[in-house]
């Protein structure tokens, strides 16, 4: 479960999120919703550890996370395992040699038995249908290929909280389709999934809880 | 301006390479094995006192160059001539001094190591190159740091072409200014790779990226591998031969 509990942050001294106090329960879908500009990409940042708030606090499953915490790597692994982020350009997340490799990586990561590593690569490039493009090179892939690989790598980790960055941006209506059948899929898994979106249609199908941002960097609708 | 040009000239051959050999069907043999008989080659080669060994090594190179499609025949050979005729014209005082022997020695030395290079650059991918070396597990991070790189040559590459196509739609007539965009190009690339180096750094750390860097496929050894360890046999016997 996620806390966040009176959340500022500026970003040279230009707010970019204020007061912001809300919780996500696990099992839910929540969809953070706002105009361009009004924090969502930067409480994605926050929630993934990679911004700090310049004021409140945020608890994940009880804990502060803070850049000390963060710092040490033991914390900062156990942290990461926890939270799977798929970023709104894939191309950015994607930086193996081919896609196996990708898929692969974060398992390695978390020291997992090689049978399991090859056990849980096969089973997501049968299930996001990446068997054709196994050999090939993440960025010589189409936009909604890579989008599939780096929601692939993501889950393949088991991550029980799940954050997508504009999943559909940059889609044709056939990626679009896809990919939200595919989340929606997801759903029953039991995980928390947050998914910062412009697109309604997408929200309408897949959120449990809409979030919904303003102008000023607040949260107004929970 | 030129340095600029060169740049762009060098990404935007990285990534005509990497589109051909997109679709290539990957060797049996492990590419450890490949490139260690392309330094195995170059280094008995330098060591060799015999000119039989040096020139048959160069024969075997042009007989496998002469298998390869025109286009590669011709970079190899744009790539040879250069040092080749260097080499040649630096040796030259030799001949006056009454060591004929010494030019072309060492001239055919060069045009050998040379042609095997670039003979292993065309038949090797980049990512067979960076898997030979993954072999060796120390490696790990030169491994990652080599394979990175490429990846921010192959995307930047594909950015500057687009800028300049951009560049080129916009550009009516015969202008000075147009040169002056390559400055810009190569700006706006360099602000484009800090922001892209920064998000890849990111992805990793959430990706729980603690410095291992390991490849899922593993080479298993099979017979074409066994096979290429003839090559190996065969080196060094013709190199132990004309000793």
Request: hydrophobic share 45%; charged share 25%; with cysteine.
């Amino acid at each position: 479960m996620i806390q966040l509990e009176h959340i500022d942050y500026d970003y040279q001294e230009i707010p970019a999120l204020r007061d912001i106090t809300y919780s996500f329960e696990m099992g839910n879908c929540y969809c953070l919703e706002g105009p361009n500009g009004c924090g969502k990409s930067t409480l994605f940042r926050i929630l993934n550890g990679l911004a700090f708030p310049t004021g409140g606090r945020y608890l994940l499953d009880g804990e502060a996370i803070t850049e000390k915490r963060l710092r040490d790597d033991a914390f900062a692994k156990v942290f990461h395992a926890k939270i799977g982020y798929v970023f709104q350009n894939s191309e950015v997340q994607l930086f193996c040699k081919n896609v196996e490799d990708e898929i692969a990586f974060g398992l390695f990561q978390l020291g997992l038995p090689e049978d399991e590593i090859r056990e849980r690569v096969e089973k997501y490039i049968r299930l996001l249908k990446l068997e054709p493009l196994r050999k090939r090179t993440p960025y010589n892939l189409s936009g909604g290929e890579k989008k599939r690989v780096a929601l692939g790598a993501v889950l393949a980790m088991d991550p029980p909280i799940l954050m997508l960055d504009e999943p559909l941006s940059g889609l044709d209506e056939d990626g679009q389709q896809w990919i939200t059948d595919f989340i929606a899929s997801l759903k029953s898994t039991g995980k928390l999934i947050i998914i910062s979106t412009h697109n309604r249609e997408l929200a309408e199908r897949l959120a449990d809880v809409h979030v919904r941002m303003d102008k000023d960097h607040r949260i107004i609708c929970p | 301006m030129r340095l600029n040009l060169k740049v762009m000239e060098l990404t935007g051959r990285l990534l005509k390479n990497d589109r051909e050999n997109a679709g290539r069907k990957p060797s049996p043999v492990a590419p450890a094995l490949r490139v260690g008989a392309a330094v195995l080659c170059i280094l008995l080669c330098a060591i060799s006192q015999n000119a039989v060994y040096v020139i048959t090594v160069i024969a075997v190179e042009l007989l496998r160059l002469a298998l390869m499609p025109p286009e590669r025949i011709l970079r190899v050979l744009k790539a040879l001539i250069l040092p080749v005729i260097f080499t040649a014209l630096i040796m030259l005082p030799a001949v006056f001094f009454g060591h004929p022997r010494t030019m072309l020695t060492v001239t055919m030395k060069v045009c050998e190591s040379v042609l095997v290079l670039a003979v292993m650059n065309e038949s090797l991918d980049w990512r067979e190159v960076t898997e030979a070396f993954s072999v060796t597990k120390g490696m790990a991070v030169f491994v990652l740091i080599l394979d990175m790189t490429m990846r921010f040559l192959m995307i930047l590459g594909d950015y500057s072409d687009k800028l300049l196509e951009a560049v080129m739609l916009r550009s009516v007539g015969k202008t000075n200014w147009k040169n002056a965009k390559v400055d810009g190009i190569l700006g706006t690339t360099f602000l484009k790779s800090r922001q892209m180096a920064e998000a890849t750094s990111e992805a990793m750390a959430c990706r729980c990226f603690d410095g291992q860097y390991r490849s899922y496929h593993r080479h298993r050894f099979t017979w074409q591998d066994v096979l290429f360890l003839g090559v190996y046999a065969a080196m060094i016997a013709l190199f132990v031969m004309t000793k």
